[in-house]
């Protein structure tokens, strides 16, 4: 059993100005914003396994989430260096918006062999969304959805050090607050990511054929893949400083993902591991006039590294891990506007050091864990593609842990 409260506040204050000339004189624009924000989140589930006759393991439960969101906004939009000025104009949005999932799930791996494995899975999901209160001009609605999602993974171990997969899966996603009532008005380059209420739930049917292979250095996963959606929920440019959250009518995507590790002295006390992971993707959008590649994701991302670490099974351990991240250029054709945009390819540099304490070995389960690392070292500026916000420059992170 597993229950939890969070609460998201945000805060941004943003001030943009420009100047242009007009005629004699020089006039100036600012636009002075204010977001504020809450999101107010409670969940958990229940789990209950069985080990059942005839090679049976069953897995069953629920899981629930609700998601209540206020929201504010204020922007003051004025115009100086006229002769005679016009007044500053002003906006106000407020939201107030409630969005409940309730899912109950059931998995079944039927060991039917010492070598074939099936797993089996269902899940049920209702989804309940309102809109209490808002500025934005939506009507105040209440939204209800459900649907079934089924899942089918093959496994075979006839061969040492290596598993085979064949899976079958289907996949569910109802829009959030975000993209149905809020959006996003705001951003480092002055693009505005509008709401749409009439967003549909999306549904996937993907396939899947890989393999792993451990002989205790050596650790090579790779997977092909194949996925078909309908109502794909994406952001489309609508014009030139603005996006907003639409379904695609299709979408289908295929690839390529692999990762591998080597584990170069697996007996000493420092252990090191050199390693990488990438992805090949291609996805395509479709409506009634369009069908195009060009869909905003590289066409290959992936990461490289090294991991250092020390004997785990002391009390206190350490580990340090340089690696990189990187993914090729990319391009967006909007099926709205038909405009093209592109993305740069990019790479950071990172590091992360933790380390792992055992207060009272005798009792494991109090575990103390820490984390400090900086990402993008390099202080490179780019856009992770299909995001219109700047991603982070250099920035630092610590995460502390602790189980008992």
């Known amino acids: 059993m597993d229950l939890y409260v969070q609460e998201s506040v945000k805060n941004f204050d943003q001030r943009i100005g420009a100047s242009a000339p007009a005629g004699p004189f020089t006039m100036k624009v600012q636009v002075d914003s204010r977001v504020w924000n809450r999101l107010r989140t409670g969940g958990g589930s229940i789990q209950t ?24 906004e204020r922007a003051t939009s004025s115009i100086s260096g006229l002769p005679v000025p016009p007044p500053p104009i002003r906006r106000l949005n407020e939201d107030d918006a409630l969005q409940s999932q309730l899912a109950l799930f059931l998995r079944d791996e039927w060991a039917m062999t010492s070598d074939w494995t099936l797993d089996l899975g269902v899940r049920q999901t209702w989804v309940y969304s309102r809109l209490d209160e808002t500025t934005r001009g939506y009507p105040e609605e209440t939204r209800r959805d459900d649907a079934a999602v089924f899942s089918a993974t093959l496994l075979n171990r006839s061969f040492e050090n290596l598993t085979l997969r064949l899976g079958f899966g289907q996949g569910y996603r109802f829009p959030s607050l975000l993209e149905l009532y809020t959006g996003a008005r705001h951003s480092d380059n002055g693009s505005d990511v509008l709401p749409n209420a009439d967003l549909e739930a999306e549904q996937t049917n993907s396939f899947e054929l890989g393999g792993r292979y451990e002989n205790g250095r050596l650790s090579v996963d790779s997977a092909l893949f194949f996925s078909d959606a309908r109502d794909y929920i994406t952001i489309p440019r609508v014009n030139p400083t603005t996006y907003q959250y639409a379904n695609v009518d299709e979408s289908q995507a295929f690839g390529w993902e692999w990762q591998i590790a080597y584990l170069i002295n697996p007996r000493d006390a420092l252990r090191l591991t050199p390693y990488a992971q990438g992805l090949f993707l291609r996805r395509c959008y479709e409506n009634r006039v369009l069908r195009t590649y060009e869909s905003g994701f590289p066409d290959w991302s992936g990461r490289v590294g090294l991991r250092a670490d020390s004997d785990d099974k002391r009390p206190f351990s350490w580990g340090l891990d340089l690696y990189a991240r990187m993914a090729t250029e990319a391009d967006s054709l909007s099926l709205i506007t038909g405009d093209m945009e592109r993305y740069a390819g990019w790479t950071t540099y990172n590091v992360e050091m933790s380390c792992r304490w055992l207060p009272q070995p005798e009792k494991p389960r109090q575990l103390v864990r820490l984390a400090v690392g900086v990402e993008n070292i390099s202080d490179k500026a780019f856009n992770y593609a299909r995001e219109w916000l700047y991603a982070p420059g250099r920035n630092y992170f610590i995460r502390l842990a602790m189980s008992f």
Request: glycine share 16%.
């Open 49 to 72: 396994d069985w080990s059942l006759p005839g090679g049976h393991y069953l897995i069953g439960g629920f899981d629930f989430i609700v998601d209540q969101l206020d929201d504010k």
